[in-house]
């Protein structure tokens, strides 16, 4: 909306999330509480400014590269003060809606109801909420047609103001025009010594503007985080969210209360993902794929038919259609497998290219290794890939055989088809469709020999 404007308090010091970090910044599915917001804002067009105060250069270089207003408010005053200062970025004309860098979860589509309600320039609107138990909020106090005259905050109510039930929940949205002409006149005369933004809604009744409401659909959107409790709480109703979300668009989640999502999935149909499963950053699914249980799959591309068995952990790498890894297997970053590649338990990959069909069925260590098609790499094979100083690259020709507890000395090359035996230590090429074998001298055996026993 090209006359929306957003401000969005963040000033708060958060003293009981007991942390170093602010507490917007504090995180949520792995993303600051605030960047929650900002997409949200985002998500209605809006140009957006940010009042911080505690710890704002730490939060204003988080969202560096975002296209965002700043303004400090450097002692806390009140609600009413932070958008006071933050009034200068606020156009003579349009709406702005504000919004709290602690309340994660509100939906584009509860705020855009808010905002279209003031298109006139004579109303305002207010996201109100039925709390059964209201303590601590400001109550919305009515006449007695219904119309909005004040709200009354907690420390200021009389026992019968503090009956109601109907509580503001911060967010509201006001015409610019009402925004400078109001704010400059708010007083701090109440129990707090605060200017409450609040106060606005008095003076709007005063001038006889509307005031709408709009009930919160459900309380977790317009719940703030204060502490950690609170901040498990949202982020467990995220989680149930973005797992509703994904069922419906027809994921099999087999315990949706044990999947976490912390960035974004894409997926295909008859994806089916076993218990305590982490999805970090950008995740992709196609068709088919099986997620084992305790599995980490972070920034991953998955083609059809993929299957990943228990405990796998994969990072910053692609598996082609087809494939199998684990249980107990690790992809660690810039790994890429090609179709119907098998990789089997405890082994470890590090930048390593698997080409169609190749094999990796256990304890195994590829790293910096480009491997060609249907090879087969045994059980305790290691590439030697770091000298202390210099990584090297490990290259393996399609068809050849890497025999049981070798270890290839990088930068070495296994030729097409080659065979090398099991227990060899490889430092030079092995040939072509020949057997290399590099082991210690043949096997003897001594007769009578005595074990060592144990010292008294
Ligand atoms: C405010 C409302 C209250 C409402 C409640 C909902 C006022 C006066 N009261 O209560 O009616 O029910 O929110 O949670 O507005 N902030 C600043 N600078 C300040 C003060 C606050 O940036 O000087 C920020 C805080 O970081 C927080 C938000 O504004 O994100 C709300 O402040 P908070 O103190 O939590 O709310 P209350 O004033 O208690
Ligand atoms: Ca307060």
């Known amino acids: 909306m090209q006359d929306l404007s957003v401000v969005v308090l963040a000033a708060g010091k958060g003293t009981r999330m007991k942390s170093r970090l602010p507490k917007v910044l504090q995180p949520l599915a792995g993303r600051p509480l605030l960047a929650h917001v900002l997409d949200a804002a985002a998500a209605l067009g809006a140009r957006t400014t940010v009042v911080y105060g505690h710890g704002g250069d730490q939060v204003r270089s988080h969202?560096?590269?975002?296209?965002?207003?700043?303004?400090?408010?450097?002692?806390?005053?009140?609600?009413?003060?932070?958008?006071?200062?933050?009034?200068?970025?606020?156009?003579?004309?349009?709406?702005?809606?504000?919004?709290?860098?602690?309340?994660?979860?509100?939906?584009?589509?509860?705020?855009?109801?808010?905002?279209?309600?003031?298109?006139?320039?004579?109303?305002?609107?207010?996201?109100?909420?039925?709390?059964?138990?209201?303590?601590?909020?400001?109550?919305?106090?009515?006449?007695?047609?219904?119309?909005?005259?004040?709200?009354?905050?907690?420390?200021?109510?009389?026992?019968?103001?503090?009956?109601?039930?109907?509580?503001?929940?911060?967010?509201?949205?006001?015409?610019?025009?009402?925004?400078?002409?109001?704010?400059?006149?708010?007083?701090?005369?109440?129990?707090?010594?605060?200017?409450?933004?609040?106060?606005?809604?008095?003076?709007?009744?005063?001038?006889?503007v509307v005031i709408h409401t709009v009930q919160a659909p459900q309380a977790w959107e317009v719940e703030g985080v204060n502490d950690k409790l609170q901040l498990a709480t949202l982020e467990r109703q995220h989680q149930r969210n973005q797992a509703e979300e994904l069922m419906r668009g027809g994921v099999t989640l087999l315990d949706p209360a044990r999947f976490d999502l912390r960035g974004t999935l894409e997926h295909g149909q008859d994806v089916e993902i076993d218990v305590n499963v982490v999805i970090e950053g950008r995740v992709r699914l196609g068709h088919g794929v099986r997620?084992?249980?305790?599995?980490?799959?972070?920034?991953?591309?998955?083609?059809?038919?993929?299957?990943?068995?228990?405990?796998?952990?994969?990072?910053?790498?692609?598996?082609?259609?087809?494939?199998?890894?684990?249980?107990?297997?690790?992809?660690?970053?810039?790994?890429?497998?090609?179709?119907?590649?098998?990789?089997?338990?405890?082994?470890?990959?590090?930048?390593?290219?698997?080409?169609?069909?190749?094999?990796?069925?256990?304890?195994?260590?590829?790293?910096?290794?480009?491997?060609?098609?249907?090879v087969n790499v045994s059980a305790g094979v290691i590439t030697c890939n770091y000298d202390g100083a210099n990584k090297h690259v490990t290259t393996?020709?399609?068809?050849?055989?890497?025999?049981?507890?070798?270890?290839?000395?990088?930068?070495?090359?296994?030729?097409?088809g080659a065979y090398v035996a099991a227990g060899s230590t490889i430092t030079k090429t092995a040939p072509a469709d020949a057997l290399t074998i590099c082991r210690a001298r043949d096997q003897k055996s001594i007769p009578g020999w005595k074990r060592p026993v144990k010292k008294k």
């Open 63 to 208: 969202f560096a590269d975002a296209n965002l207003g700043w303004v400090e408010q450097a002692e806390q005053k009140g609600t009413g003060h932070a958008v006071l200062v933050a009034l200068p970025q606020v156009p003579a004309e349009g709406r702005t809606l504000i919004l709290y860098g602690d309340v994660p979860l509100i939906r584009p589509q509860t705020l855009q109801g808010l905002v279209e309600r003031v298109a006139d320039g004579r109303s305002l609107s207010l996201l109100t909420l039925q709390m059964a138990d209201p303590t601590g909020y400001g109550r919305i106090l009515r006449d007695a047609e219904g119309r909005v005259q004040r709200i009354v905050e907690q420390k200021d109510g009389s026992p019968e103001e503090l009956a109601v039930r109907e509580v503001n929940t911060g967010i509201f949205c006001v015409p610019n025009t009402l925004l400078h002409a109001w704010l400059p006149k708010l007083r701090n005369d109440n129990k707090q010594g605060e200017y409450y933004l609040t106060d606005i809604i008095g003076l709007a009744a005063t001038e006889g």
């Open 396 to 416: 393996i020709g399609d068809d050849a055989f890497i025999g049981t507890d070798s270890q290839l000395v990088a930068p070495v090359t296994i030729e097409k």
């Open 291 to 374: 997620i084992g249980p305790n599995v980490l799959l972070r920034n991953a591309v998955l083609g059809d038919g993929v299957v990943v068995k228990a405990n796998t952990v994969i990072e910053d790498s692609e598996v082609g259609a087809g494939s199998d890894l684990g249980p107990f297997a690790r992809l660690r970053p810039d790994s890429v497998l090609g179709e119907n590649v098998h990789v089997g338990n405890f082994v470890e990959l590090k930048k390593a290219r698997l080409a169609k069909g190749a094999k990796v069925g256990h304890l195994a260590y590829l790293g910096d290794a480009v491997i060609g098609e249907r």
